[in-house]
């Protein structure tokens, strides 16, 4: 890509909207997950287990740093009977 490129320039000054959104839905899963496993009196150890994911994977959702992917966010969902909205 060009150094002079207009969409890169405009990228590195005001960031990604997608991204940024993608990232807060995200962030709103992991938040709304945390207070799931609150009101089940579970841990993060615990809900790895349940998902069968690893605790740092884990770790990584709930500070944001990884999304969830679709797959892991329906077995979720039907692991304990419930939904997520990311609005």
Do not use: C
């Amino acid at each position: 890509m060009e150094e002079n490129d207009f969409v890169s320039i405009w990228l590195e000054e005001s960031g990604n909207p997608a991204i940024e959104e993608l990232t807060n839905k995200n962030l709103e899963v992991a938040h709304q997950t945390s207070n799931l496993l609150a009101e089940k009196n579970l841990l993060a150890n615990d809900f790895a287990r349940i998902v069968d994911i690893n605790p740092d994977e884990i770790s990584r959702w709930f500070m944001g740093k990884h999304s969830f992917s679709i797959k892991k966010l329906k077995e979720i969902t039907e692991a304990f009977n419930t939904y997520f909205s990311a609005n």
